[in-house]
């Protein structure tokens, strides 16, 4: 059956089968072999075996045979491992045919891979020592190469593709010489830095083979500890340097980076603390891309980008290393012709070296010289997406903005996602980003904004202006969603301000005055007005009711000043203008700074605009809210309390409502509800004859109402209504004169 493996006719794939199915009998020959020795006088020796299967006619099954009697040769232990080895060794020379030569020496290297006289090993002294034994692989695997190399040229040029693809589909049969010398015991670090490396790697060199040097080289990488790589780092990359011309050293140098980069992220403790990698990939680096004038744009790109991520995870405090890296990444775009040489298949690597280092740096980045020079090289979109992966890592770090530098700074790198670009219009003058990612965006944008901040209130403010410049060129669409919390932030910084200035510390007096922050806040939200008048009527309220906490009347009276101007001149639709109102009045019951002079000024004007309202309905409601306004604080504090007023804007609600065909009832419940709040406020106009005056109203108009959902709300909500009065009766007097009918 050996025989067999004479034969050139079969592809790789073939002759591995038949190689396997030939040398699954000779496994059982080893054991016939092995039982004839045990025999003594009565069978053959393990010598004579020995010396007749050499006898055999054609070398192919004589060398086969040959190989598997020496296994249980050296297993006998009747003569030294390593003269039986080293005499296979020699002998499968004899066979020179590449593909049959290699699967003959890869035939030797399994049988023999527990017979080695490895250290620790049975067969080791007598056998041998651990250099015979790495010797013997060594001059096994160099045989192999040859071969492997040896089946590039055999055959018509025609055939140089199919010839390749063959070569690899048999590498591992090469590789596996190198696993089993990283899988000796004997083989520690000095034997490898001293012995394997150097005579793997000339091997490697003089080879002169593309795809045996990518290959082997790669091989090297994976199969030998990391902690050996470290050691002998500058010999493999030396050699790098050394390959052939077409190799992918680019792609062994990467490789190699990674692992070293994981392993060294893994075990920090294990790397030697004066071993500086990153100066020896970058230098070796350079050499590949000085050496190679062929190489591509985004070969170089592609090696700068494992230089970063070996940067970033093993010396994220050697900030030059990362921004030299970024350097040259630059210089070589800008000798490529700029943004407009930029490669396509080169867009993803600029990415990639702008976005790793944020994980391990943070905020740091704004430390990289080289950083922001970088993203000019992208279009819109890609520069986009870098802004918001900036935006997402220092969101999630968390760390505070405090100089203006910084603010500036981070704000320049996310302009694409706070400011519209030159570029980024569409030929539909549209700049195309999908609405809900726009609202991503700004949302993370204002994220950022509550990371500004400073002890000093003087140094805030600083920070908020800076944040204001950029964020006012933001366009139309943007400012809705950056404005207001630039405003919120800065009531909030007026409110410590203050504070501040109320203790009168003289050893550290304030620096920044709170009506100057105050003011800031009235020109953020007068920007938004012509607008967003909606939102900024909201604002104005909200800082009317900031400075009226901090007993500042006027500024106060002036927020909600423009809050009426707004009202007047910007809101126009009829629903938003009962929605102001209904602000206006709730903020304005909740405030308590003013005179009675300018606080009557101020809630006469919300009713007026209550009446002028379009609908009835809504004049109606609110008119009846604008009650409220003349009967504010409690009874322990009053407030602003005029009894005819309430009950002058309570009938008046009670008019309109008259007038209101189809809402009619739902309005005087609404309005019945109203007058219960007074009466159990005390307020003397309300007394329980408008009480029964209108509830006897309501039983009157009730039959009139159909069937429908809404007419069924009502019922429930006048039901409710009785009910309380019922309850109230039980704990209060004067809710017993009250006397309803049912209906």
């Known amino acids: 059956m050996t025989g067999e493996l004479r034969t050139s006719n079969l592809s790789p794939k073939n002759y591995y089968e038949l190689y396997m199915d030939v040398t699954n009998e000779l496994r059982e020959m080893e054991l016939f072999f092995e039982d004839e020795d045990s025999k003594g006088d009565a069978g053959h020796s393990i010598e004579e075996l020995y010396e007749n299967v050499q006898h055999a006619g054609n070398i192919i099954p004589r060398l086969y045979l040959l190989v598997t009697v020496g296994s249980v040769y050296v297993k006998s232990k009747k003569a030294p491992a390593k003269d039986i080895l080293f005499d296979l060794v020699e002998l499968s020379r004899g066979v020179q045919h590449p593909m049959r030569g290699l699967f003959l020496r890869y035939y030797l290297l399994q049988i023999s891979r527990d017979k080695l006289p490895d250290a620790g090993s049975e067969y080791e002294g007598f056998g041998g020592t651990v250099k015979d034994a790495i010797e013997f692989v060594l001059q096994n695997f160099g045989e192999m190469n040859k071969l492997w190399v040896r089946m590039q040229h055999q055959g018509a040029v025609r055939d140089r593709q199919r010839r390749e693809k063959e070569r690899r589909n048999l590498r591992q049969l090469v590789g596996t010489s190198l696993v089993r010398l990283s ?17 793997v790697l000339e091997q490697i060199v003089n080879c002169k083979d593309v795809i045996a040097q990518e290959y082997l080289m790669d091989s090297v990488i994976q199969v030998f500890p990391d902690d050996y790589h470290l050691a002998t780092l500058e010999t493999f990359l030396g050699t790098c340097s050394q390959l052939q011309s077409k190799v992918n050293v680019k792609q062994i140098i990467i490789s190699l980076m990674d692992r070293l980069a994981d392993y060294a992220k893994q075990s920090p403790q294990n790397v030697p603390s004066g071993l500086e990698m990153f100066p020896l990939f970058h230098q070796y680096s350079s050499k590949v891309i000085q050496s190679n004038q062929h190489i591509s744009q985004e070969d170089v790109l592609q090696l700068q980008v494992s230089l970063i991520k070996f940067a970033s995870s093993v010396y994220p405090d050697r900030l030059e290393y990362i921004d030299n890296t970024l350097g040259f990444a630059a210089q070589v775009l800008e000798k490529a012709g700029g943004k407009a040489g930029v490669e396509p298949g080169c867009v993803k690597y600029i990415r990639q070296l702008l976005t790793m280092p944020l994980e391990s740096l943070g905020l740091r980045i704004l430390k990289l010289t080289n950083y922001g020079g970088l993203m000019t090289y992208l279009e819109y979109y890609d520069r986009k997406n870098v802004s918001v ?21 981070i704000f320049q790198y996310i302009s694409p996602v706070i400011k519209d670009q030159e570029d980024a219009k569409s030929a539909d003058g549209d700049d195309g980003d999908d609405d809900f990612e726009f609202q991503q965006e700004q949302h993370l944008s204002a994220q950022l904004f509550h990371q500004i901040y400073h002890d000093e209130p003087a140094v805030q403010v600083q920070l908020y202006a800076t944040a204001r410049q950029h964020y006012g060129r933001g366009g139309v669409r943007r400012i809705q969603h950056s404005l207001p919390p630039l405003v919120f932030g800065s009531l909030a910084l007026a409110a410590r301000a203050h504070e501040k200035e109320q203790k009168r510390d003289e050893d550290d007096p304030p620096k920044v005055k709170t009506k100057k922050i105050l003011g800031f806040v009235h020109e953020i939200i007068s920007a938004l007005a012509q607008h967003y008048p909606e939102l900024a009527l909201r604002l104005f309220l909200q800082a009317a009711a900031a400075a009226d906490a901090m007993q500042y009347e006027d500024i106060a009276y002036e927020f909600l000043s423009q809050a009426f101007v707004v009202y007047e001149e910007e809101i126009s639709d009829s629903k938003a203008q009962f929605a102001a109102i209904v602000l206006i009045v709730a903020t304005l019951q909740t405030l308590g700074c003013f005179s009675e002079d300018n606080y009557d000024t101020l809630i006469t004007k919300a009713t007026q605009h209550s009446a002028k309202l379009l609908k009835k309905p809504d004049q109606c409601r609110a008119i009846a809210q604008c009650a409220s306004l003349f009967w504010t604080g409690t009874d322990e504090e009053p407030g602003h309390r005029d009894e005819k007023r309430v009950l002058q804007c309570l009938q008046r609600a009670l008019t309109i409502a008259n007038g209101a065909i189809g809402h009619q009832v739902h309005l005087f419940v609404e309005i019945l509800n109203r007058y219960l709040y007074f009466f159990d406020r005390d307020c003397p106009s309300i007394t329980v004859k ?48 009250i006397t309803e009918d049912e209906e």
């Not at 968390?398 to 530098?405: A, H, I, M, P, Y």
């Not at 309501?698 to 429930?716: G, Y």
Request: hydrophobic share 40%.
């Open 690 to 737: 408008y009480l029964k005056g209108l509830i006897a109203l309501i039983q009157e108009h009730m039959p009139n109402l159909d069937n429908s959902d809404v007419s069924e709300m009502v019922r429930i909500h006048y039901r409710n209504t009785i009910t309380h009065i019922q309850v109230k009766q039980a704990v209060s007097e004067k809710y017993l004169a």
């Open 183 to 199: 899988q000796m015991d004997g083989v520690d670090l000095d034997t490898y830095k001293e012995v394997v490396l150097p005579r």
């Open 389 to 409: 992966k900036i935006l997402e890592a220092v969101v999630f770090i968390g760390e505070k903005l405090d100089s203006v530098d910084k603010v500036d700074q």
